[in-house]
């Protein structure tokens, strides 16, 4: 795998982390971490839990697959990553147009931080 699709998968990891990071179960949601947010390696992660690469990979898959799972189901990541596009898309509309662009643009902002 190259660093490039490394990197995106890490960043899906995460974005789907946030969402999801609850419906996981307690060791799931340890061994993400380590790994995608602290960058641990399997063998560093192992060390630490006390128990095998193997046993580390197979709980990571797992949790890889139920984040994917729920994404499938419910598609929070989707609606969200589709309403920041429509916000962009809106926000650029906005600067073009000059009447009531600073409480429109004030608007957007607030709904992007939301």
Known sequence: MSQ????EKTNRVNLLFDFYELLLTEKQQTFLKYYFHDDFSLGEIASEFNISRQAIYEHIKRAEQM???????LGLLHKQQRRMAQLGALEQ??????????EALRLVRSLQEW
């Not at 490039?4 to 990197?7: D, G, P, S, T």
């Not at 984040?67 to 189901?73: A, H, I």
């Not at 509309?93 to 600073?102: M, P, S, T, V």
């Open 4 to 7: 490039e699709n490394r990197l």
């Open 67 to 73: 984040l994917e799972m729920y994404e499938e189901k």
């Open 93 to 102: 509309i906005l600067e073009q147009n000059e009447l009531h662009k600073d």
